[in-house]
């Protein structure tokens, strides 16, 4: 069973909010790279680099117990 929406909003307020704003473009709002890049008006890296962190910060919270290949928490 996956996170519920409850799940979801409290992993989100662990993040800055300049990451929050870049996951939520990229993958609720499915923007690319360059197009959030562009509504910013920052560089593309900058938009690569909160996204990849914003997922690194929650890997530890969404990786589940028992699962082959994962670590038990």
């Known amino acids: ?5 409850f ?6 307020t662990l993040l800055e909010s300049n990451e929050r704003e870049a996951l939520t473009l990229r993958y609720v ?3 690319e790279y360059h197009e ?3 509504a ?7 938009v690569q680099w909160r996204v990849f962190n914003a997922q690194k910060k929650l890997a530890t919270r969404l990786k589940a117990p028992g699962l082959p290949g994962r670590k038990a928490a």
């Open 40 to 46: 910013k008006a920052i560089p593309i890296g900058t």
């Open 36 to 38: 959030i890049a562009a």
């Open 7 to 12: 799940e979801f909003h409290h992993w989100m």
């Open 29 to 31: 709002e499915g923007w």
């Open 1 to 5: 069973m996956g996170p519920s929406a």
